[in-house]
């Protein structure tokens, strides 16, 4: 069963915009971490963020995490169209790591 | 490029039909887990395994199995296939509970 839920489910934005996609989970996690996925290629691992941690920057990626509210985002700021790609949160805990459904994010020229 | 190796590419087999994915972690790796991704069920965690025991499981089917061997390489075995059993199974690597190295995945297709 899932464990993170991305929101949106799907998301479309013009070159230069930024993307923000959200990520909710249920359960105590000791990290959350952000993938992307090409299609039909493997996922690729972007940023982690402790469950200590409130906020991550990464190139133009930023993650923030609040385990009050057991919710992620990641945000892209000026995408580009070779941003266009599936993005997954995916949650650690003591006993597993847990995939979402990820969020579809495409970026016209 | 991951590190992670996976075979076959492509799987074309029929229902009934048993088969193996093979799966090479990257160098030092000590943890293996294997994703089934399909269209309408995301990617769904199936079984991990570190250093030769099984660590987690998820939502493997009966029919399916998987072992990792004392090189680490990993198979995952998958018996009386359905059309259902369609997917992208997908084998990712990684020290522990750190960031997951994937592989590219084997599409399997059952006719």
């Known amino acids: 069963s899932q464990q993170g839920e991305e929101d949106p489910q799907a998301l479309s934005i013009q070159e230069g915009e930024n993307a923000t996609m959200n990520c909710s989970y249920k359960?105590?996690?000791?990290?959350l971490q952000w993938y992307r996925q090409n299609s039909g290629r493997g996922l690729v691992h972007l940023i982690l963020?402790?469950?200590?941690?409130r906020e991550k920057h990464s190139g133009r990626l930023r993650v923030t995490l609040d385990t009050s509210k057991k919710s992620s985002s990641l945000l892209i700021t000026a995408s580009r169209a070779a941003d266009t790609a599936s993005y997954f949160c995916?949650?650690?805990?003591?006993?597993?790591?847990?995939f979402g459904a990820g969020t579809r994010l495409t970026v016209k020229p | 490029d991951s590190g992670v190796t996976q075979t076959p590419k492509h799987l074309i087999t029929a229902t009934g039909q048993r088969v193996t994915l093979r799966c090479s972690p990257r160098?030092?790796?000590?943890?293996v887990y294997w994703y089934q991704q399909s269209l309408d069920q995301g990617l769904q965690f199936l079984i991990q395994?570190?250093?030769?025991?099984?660590?987690a499981k998820g939502n493997i089917l009966e029919r399916f199995s998987a072992q990792q061997f004392p090189d680490l390489h990993s198979e995952l075995n998958l018996s009386s296939l359905e059309l259902g059993d369609s997917a992208l199974y997908f084998c990712?690597?990684?020290?522990?509970?750190?960031?997951?190295?994937f592989g590219n995945g084997t599409r399997l297709t059952v006719t």
């Open positions: 990712a690597s990684s020290v522990s509970n750190s960031p997951l190295h």
């Open positions: 359960t105590s996690i000791n990290n």
């Open positions: 963020i402790r469950s200590n941690e």
């Open positions: 995916a949650t650690v805990s003591v006993l597993d790591m847990r």
């Open positions: 160098s030092g790796d000590l943890s």
């Open positions: 395994y570190y250093n030769g025991e099984e660590r």
